[in-house]
């Protein structure tokens, strides 16, 4: 199924929809955001937002529902795995690695009991909303386990009498840390991704896909970037350009009202820290402004 409207499928509600929004929004799209729509309309382009659970993202575009999704890796494998033992199409372009959305899979068990390795989980009950993920690591590992499937409250898992260990997702630790758990394995690391669908998509869809990566990759690429600027004694600029990263043709200026300085302009892509700015102002530099830089296009 296909529609002529660019269609995305991001998160309605949870850990991944602000981030997503803001980085379709940072495209330039105006998205009407109306509460409690399935679909939102984009006011400038020709481009529906389809806000659904995560779980559905994957089989969205694996289904060709959906032109491009924004999901976890997490997800996206846990699907994948699910849908080939179904017998189900598994296929979908990779477009971008997104800067958000990072956490890990991991075995965790209470914080009183000994971890003797992954051996020791042999037999035991683990609870997960990640079967296919938490099995492929442990057949790996040779342990045999059974599985206790909940969508939700995984961490309550233990306490609660339905398991011996879970397999969840961990960011800060809090919430193991909350529910008496520790984190004894990763099992995998995820990141937010931007996926699209394995088919060629007509030229007018291609095209909003051309721009909006356009686009992406430019903020990708401010994001790591910073815009440097300081004043500097002439005869010290070759010194201090050098402790610059990045720095091969910085931009000079004339300072109004001053022969001996100059205004030193760089965009750098790493960053600048604390001490290379004291030695450069050791050396005369003064004024010395890092910005960040919003967006790029070279
Ligand atoms: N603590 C976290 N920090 C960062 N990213 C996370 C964290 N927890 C989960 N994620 C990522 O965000 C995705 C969505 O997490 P969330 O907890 O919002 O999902 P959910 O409860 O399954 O929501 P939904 O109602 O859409 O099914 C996860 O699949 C994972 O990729
Ligand atoms: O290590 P932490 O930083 O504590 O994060 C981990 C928690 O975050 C996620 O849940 P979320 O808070 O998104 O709520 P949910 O259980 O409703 O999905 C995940 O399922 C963990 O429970
Ligand atoms: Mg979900």
Redesign the pocket.
């Known amino acids: 199924m296909s529609t002529k409207k660019f269609r995305i499928a991001m998160q309605k509600k949870?850990?991944l929809s602000v981030e997503t929004t803001e980085l379709l929004e940072s495209c330039g799209l105006k998205i009407n955001k109306r509460e409690d729509r399935l679909i939102a309309h984009v006011e400038n382009m020709e481009i529906d937002i389809l806000r659904v659970r995560d779980d559905d993202i994957p089989g969205l575009i694996m289904d060709h529902v959906v032109d491009w999704g924004v999901v976890g890796e997490n997800v996206l494998e846990e699907t994948t795995l699910e849908r080939q033992q179904e017998g189900l199409p598994v296929g979908y372009n990779l477009v971008r690695k997104l800067d958000f959305g990072g956490?890990r899979l991991s075995l965790a068990i209470p914080v009183e009991q000994e971890w003797k390795g992954v051996q020791s989980l042999e037999g035991l009950k683990i609870a997960t909303?990640y079967p296919n993920l938490t099995k492929r690591y442990l057949d790996q590992q040779g342990v045999n386990f059974k599985t206790v499937l909940l969508t939700?409250?995984?961490?309550v898992a233990p306490r609660a009498g339905l398991a011996d260990a879970i397999c969840?997702?961990?960011?800060?630790?809090?919430?193991?840390?909350?529910n008496g758990l520790k984190e004894v394995q990763v099992v995998y690391r995820s990141k937010a991704v931007l996926i699209q669908r394995d088919q060629e998509l007509y030229p007018e869809k291609q095209a909003i896909a051309d721009t909006l990566i356009r686009r992406i990759d430019g903020m990708i690429q401010a994001h790591g970037s910073k815009y440097i600027m300081l004043h500097a004694p002439k005869d010290k600029v070759k010194e201090i350009t050098a402790l610059l990263p990045g720095a091969e043709n910085p931009t000079l200026l004339e300072l109004a009202g001053n022969s001996t300085h100059v205004a030193i302009h760089v965009v750098s892509t790493e960053t600048l820290f604390w001490e290379t700015m004291e030695k450069i102002k050791a050396l005369g530099a003064s004024s010395i402004l890092v910005l960040p830089i919003e967006k790029m296009l070279k």
């Open positions: 949870g850990r956490c909303t939700g409250s995984v961490e969840d997702l961990v960011s800060s630790g809090a919430t193991l840390e909350a």
